[in-house]
Every structure is written in C-alpha cells, then in structure tokens.
C-alpha cells in the first residue's frame, strides 16, 4: 500500500481536502448529473479569473453533424507564432467551457497565443466517438482558420483527445506542430506500473477509470480503437513534437512513460516529466500549491517552445 503521507506535502493535502469537501470520492456513485452538478460547483470554487489583458469571446463552430461550442482566449499583447486548442478534462461526462474557463485565460496570458477551448459531446449522451469527432471537427476548423501553426493542449480525458487527433491527422496537410498533454489517459497496461502502485491515489483511483471507460463506450469492449486508446496504435511515426506532463500519484503517470517510449522508439520528439508529490487534477491548485505552481509554469513553457518551433528537452 502506497504511503502517500510520505509523497504528498501538506500543501497538496489541502488541496486535495479541499477538493474532497466540493467533490467527495465516492462521487461516481451518483447519477450522471448529480456529479456534474458536484463537478461545476467544485470548478466555481477554484476558478481564480482572469488575468488583466485577456478578453474572452464565446461562439459555434459549425461541424458536419453539429453544432460545437467554443471560446477563443486574445491576449492584449498577442503573440501570433501559434495558437493553442485546448481540450478540457473531465472523464469524458464532465466539464466544458466554464470548467477550465481560468486555465485557458492563464494560458493565454503567459504565452500570448490565442487559446481556442473546445466544448466537445458528453457521454452518456453520446457515446464514443462523439467526443473524438467534435476535437476532429475542431481541429479542422481552427487548422481552416488560422494561418500560424495549431497546438494541442489537454488535460486528463482531454490529453487523451488531443493524442487521438496527433494520431488521426498525421497525413494531413496540416497536421498539429505539437502537442502538450497534461496527465492524460492513454489507455496503458492496467496490470503495472502507476495503475498498480497508485490504484487507490488521492483525487482519481483506477475504480473511477474503469466507471468513465465504461460510461463512454457504453459499456462496449473497444480495445484496440486507437482513437479511445491512442497506445494501442501500432505506428508511432511522424507524430508532433510532444510533451507529456503526469502526477507522481496518479494511476495514469505511466501512460506518459509509455507514450514517449513508443514516440522515441519510432524517430519522434518526445519528452515525459513526472511531477513529484502531485495529483490527479493538480492544475486546479497553481495558484495554492508550490509544485502545482511549478509545474503550470512548465507547461507554458512547453506550449511557447513549440509554438516558436523550438525543441528544448
């Protein structure tokens, strides 16, 4: 049994005691919409604003089957070498465009690049792949629209989202020029690792993965689909530059291992950073957790070198 009183400094603990009082950890024992209504109460909690310059503009995205929902972040001083699709968290039944509404902002304001949030199809409601068609459908559009070279940025079911795009548009004309995922699940071995050591961590156990897995494909076994499990993907070449940032203590940590393994063993660039004494849903607590706060700050450092072109692991 993982002791996680020796990992985890008292800061982190009262963010996850924190987070425990909004959204208890047995929450996936409610219905559907009790935990959003948990789970947008919680975000409301932590939500820290804007920073001053960045301004916010909400509109729809016409798909072939839909309609998409998204807000575009603009920085008053922009920096127009990228721009930045962020794709929410959330185990896939979870969140929107208010969820992750201060990250974006944050995100804006410290690269200077336009971030695009996208407001992908929830399961149950749709099943997959509603979610993967919407990031597809976003990532043709903002690939349509702007002129500079598109990111990839997301976190949890949304760094899952974004490597299933790496992987479906590699053959495209523009394709992403990188891609930042933030403690993603990417569908690696259950039998070792993280999703051993870590199987009952704070903030996220290998029980809710199996419960959002479930929920998402209605219970259909999919293994196999790289487009639900990108590490099942058998051809690892030309995909971009990325930068995969996990928790120590989170059952999904070696999913960032394994994925840049199979990236390098194919000729790509990739690099993985385990964060030490960190959880599941840390970006929650930048602004209250010294590692936390670290941490965000290297991910806008991943997301401004790639934006500028530039390799620097």
Not at 187 to 206: N, R
Request: charged share 20%.
């Amino acid at each position: 049994m993982t002791d996680y009183k020796t990992l985890i400094d008292a800061e982190t603990w009262a963010f996850i005691e924190k987070t425990n009082s909004y959204y208890p950890p047995d929450t996936i024992d409610y219905t559907i919409e009790e935990q959003r209504a948990i789970y947008d109460r919680m975000c409301r909690e932590f939500f820290a604003g804007y920073p001053q310059g960045v301004t916010a503009e909400t509109l729809a995205v016409a798909a072939p089957t839909n309609s998409i929902s998204i807000r575009i972040y603009r920085n008053a001083v922009p920096n127009g070498a990228a721009m930045v699709l962020y794709i929410h968290g959330g185990g896939f039944i979870l969140g929107g465009l208010d969820s992750h509404d201060d990250v974006c902002a944050e995100l804006c304001a410290r690269t200077g690049f336009e971030v695009v949030s996208l407001d992908y199809r929830l399961a149950p409601e749709h099943l997959h792949p509603a979610a993967f068609d919407d990031a597809m459908d976003a990532f043709e559009w903002a690939a349509k629209t702007y002129d500079c070279p598109v990111l990839l940025c997301g976190d949890s079911a949304g760094g899952n989202l974004c490597a299933a795009v790496a992987h479906a548009t590699r053959g495209h004309a523009k394709k992403p020029a990188g891609q930042v995922l933030i403690y993603p699940g990417l569908g690696g071995d259950h039998s070792k690792g993280s999703y051993v050591t870590h199987a009952e961590a704070p903030m996220l156990t290998v029980r809710d993965l199996d419960f959002y897995r479930h929920v998402r494909t209605g219970g259909v076994d999919m293994t196999g689909d790289i487009t639900l499990y990108p590490l099942a993907d058998a051809d690892f070449t030309n995909l971009p530059p990325t930068v995969l940032i996990t928790a120590q203590c989170d059952p999904l940590s070696s999913d960032g291992e394994a994925y840049r393994d199979r990236v390098i063993a194919a000729g790509g660039r990739a690099t993985w950073f385990e964060e030490p004494g960190l959880v599941h849903g840390y970006l929650r607590a930048r602004h209250m957790v010294g590692r936390a706060r670290t941490s965000f700050t290297r991910i806008v450092e991943a997301v401004s070198a790639l934006g500028r072109g530039d390799w620097i692991w």
